[in-house]
């Protein structure tokens, strides 16, 4: 048997720029804005005094170690609301590189997506500085080598055990990944829980595993929880199980075609056997079912961890494997064994679009369909 991995041969891309949607003039007037976790007003900011340049620092500090944000300079506020405008004066473009070239020499790792962008007014102007998700940080204000974090509309130290865990060398967590996948496959192998067919895998490792504080999941002594499944036909809940909690689920012969394992350190293992169908009735193999029901799988996973405040990044690698194992099924898959990303991937959100896209591509490029 074969285990392949396609190489990309087309020109490499530039690294796409994280944006986010881009406010006018009108959209602050409506007074549907509110001060909080991703938004803060600004009446002014004083960058002649070194006071003014460190609060605008801690704020940028703060919205990046949460994210994504924005700050509005040149807006009066109440009750956290837009009241009025305090325009800007002076040249535009000027002013808001001044305030680019701040941000940008001013906080350690440079946070190299954070935009200024000047809305203009007839008497004036005001900033919108826009900070999109960043997965470098945790950030630092090198003014004061302080951590901040948003929490509600304050600027909060980050907690030593969350700190902790945002220094990890992606390197080491993307081989931490590597060495639980393999274990978690090898126990998978050498038991008799499961069918040894063809099956979508999945492993995951938050960030958050690095955090020594971070409790595990748990359920109430009262109620069970439902958790995210790849077949639809069934209906479990999580159960207890050793060092962690599982979903296994049987299918109308009492196979065990399904687990999802919650590792008490957030390790999260997926395993859904019969992945994807070989259609006799129509003479096909089912790609489209396929990719729809990893997909909405996905989807689940992502809305697990944020049920469960697991925020990202997340090291992911997804997996199509046993595809030889019955020589009538292989034939779809011709003398291939594995389909799988090509390495771990470090992303904000477990359904992140270009992973699954990519994965997806794979598994069609290496059937018979190309």
Known sequence: MITITTTDTSPKQERRRATIVALSIADITQGQLQEGQDLDFKREVNLDKPEGKTRLLDDVVAFLNRGPARLIVGVEEKGGRFDSFRPLQGDPDKTALRY???????????????????????????????????????????????????????????????????????????????????????????????????????????????????????????????????????????????????????????????????????FVHAYAGFAIQQLSGEGRLGLYEFNEAVQRYLKELAAFFTDQSIDGPFAVTLSLMGLAEDEHFGGWFKGISTVRTLRPRLIEAVDDPELVGEFLRRVRQASVYG
Request: glycine share 8%; net charge negative; aromatic share 10%.
């Open 100 to 266: 680019q070239m701040i941000i940008q020499d001013g906080i350690t790792p440079a946070p190299v997506d954070v935009q200024v962008v000047p809305l203009h007014l007839p008497e004036g102007f005001v900033l919108d500085i826009q900070i999109p998700r960043h997965t470098s940080g945790p950030f630092m204000n090198r003014v004061t080598g302080g951590y901040l974090v948003r929490s509600g509309a304050r600027n909060l130290p980050i907690d030593p055990g969350v700190l902790r865990s945002r220094f990890v060398d992606e390197v080491s967590w993307m081989a931490r990944l590597n060495d639980f996948n393999a274990d978690e496959d090898a126990g998978i192998a050498a038991g008799d829980k499961l069918v040894k067919r063809q099956a979508f895998r999945v492993a995951i490792l938050p960030r958050e595993h690095f955090d020594q504080q971070r409790e595990a999941f748990a359920q109430d002594d009262r109620v069970r929880y439902p958790g995210p499944i790849f077949h639809e036909h069934s209906d479990p809940w999580f159960k207890a199980t050793e060092d962690g909690h599982e979903i296994y689920s049987k299918d109308m012969r009492s196979q065990g075609i399904e687990r999802l394992f919650v590792r008490d350190d957030w």
